[in-house]
């Protein structure tokens, strides 16, 4: 691995890639070029010009100079853009490129983006995991792909928090929107509980007695006692789940959160879960193995 100095290119340069120069020109970085469209037609006097200033970059006219002048490039274009972007590009690409894409995408894009660079670059799948305007540098990124591990060894050293989830392209985008899988999904139940709550006058109780619950309590240990216990009592869980909705139709209030508990725990009843697992596993994995082996019909790993 090289030990000479970054040279840093950023493809896009709007919100992310600003906020991230200035920190990286803080942190030491010099010679950091930067590319969008928008950029190359700038004319003296443009408001961005003043933006790449500020964040200490030198705005490009081409793609083709960008990938002169840098050996990481970091793409951070909307979604939609990636693999246009990356197409332009591409022919520019040299195989001692690392290549990251962070922008926010499908992870069939980015096993897509993998297989367009091939073995012009190093490509990165990367997903930037919380606000840039707000944490800068310290903004944490997960990474995946052969080359991830090189990506995050060459740039924590200079202030980046990166953490390789995944040997594949397409595991660090598929990370991001999984995660919204459970943070978004969690926001509707909570609407639906406070919703039915609100409409019985409890809801400051419930607040209470929900957070009494589940503060204290590492959330490693809800997954395990969650996943584990569903898989042992889902059957006695659906008569429990009717009568909630019966509450919840009596009040008026939403109920689609838990139809799908009452779904999913028939679906669990179905593949035979009580009778694979009478008590709580020590992992979730032998539970999450069975499901996955019954939605398949192919038998657990
Ligand atoms: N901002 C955040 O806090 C944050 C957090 C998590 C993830 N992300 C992800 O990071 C990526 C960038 O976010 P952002 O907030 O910086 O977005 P943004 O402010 O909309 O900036 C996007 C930049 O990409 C450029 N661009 C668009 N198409 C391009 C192309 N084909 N070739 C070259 N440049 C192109 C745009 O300029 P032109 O249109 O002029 O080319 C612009 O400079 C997104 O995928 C976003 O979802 C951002």
């Given amino acids: 691995m090289s030990s000479a100095p970054i040279r840093l290119g950023l493809l896009g340069f709007g919100e992310a890639a600003a906020r991230l120069a200035k920190d990286f020109s803080q942190a030491g970085f010099t010679d ?14 443009d408001p961005l010009h003043q933006r790449a ?15 002169k002048k ?4 970091l793409a951070l274009t909307p979604g939609k853009s990636a693999l246009p972007a990356l197409k332009k590009i591409r022919k520019y690409l040299r195989p ?36 840039v305007d707000i944490l800068g540098l310290k903004v944490p990124f997960v990474a995946s792909g052969p080359h991830a591990a090189e990506f995050r060894d060459r740039m924590t050293p200079h202030g980046m928090v990166i953490t390789v989830v995944g040997n594949n392209p397409g595991d660090a985008s598929a990370m991001k929107l999984i995660r919204s899988v459970l943070m978004k999904g969690l926001a509707m139940l909570l609407l639906e509980t406070m919703e039915a709550a609100q409409r019985r006058n409890i809801l400051d109780a419930v607040i209470e007695d929900s957070s009494a619950t589940f503060n204290d309590i590492p959330f490693q240990k809800i997954i395990k ?35 799908s508990t009452i779904a999913m725990l028939r679906e669990m009843v179905k593949m035979g879960m009580p009778q ?7 992992s979730i994995h032998p539970v999450i193995d069975a499901l996955i082996a019954a939605r398949d019909g192919t038998k657990p790993a």
Avoid: W
Avoid at 70 to 73: R, T
């Fill in 32 to 45: 950091i070029v930067a590319y969008s469209r928008s950029g190359a037609k700038a004319q003296p006097g």
């Fill in 53 to 67: 200033e500020a964040a200490g970059v030198k705005l490009v006219k081409t793609v083709g100079t960008l990938a």
């Fill in 70 to 73: 840098s050996d990481l490039i």
């Fill in 96 to 131: 001692d490129h690392l290549y990251v894409d962070a922008s926010s995408n499908s992870a069939h894009n980015m096993e897509k983006a993998a297989e367009i660079v091939g073995s012009a670059a190093k490509f990165v799948d990367s997903s930037i995991m919380g606000p």
């Fill in 225 to 259: 006692r969650y996943v584990g216990g569903t898989a042992v009592h889902c059957e006695r869980r659906i008569h429990e789940m009717k009568e909630c909705l019966e509450l919840l139709h009596d009040m008026k209030s939403t109920d689609r959160a838990t139809k």
């Fill in 276 to 282: 694979k697992f009478t008590s709580e596993p020590d």
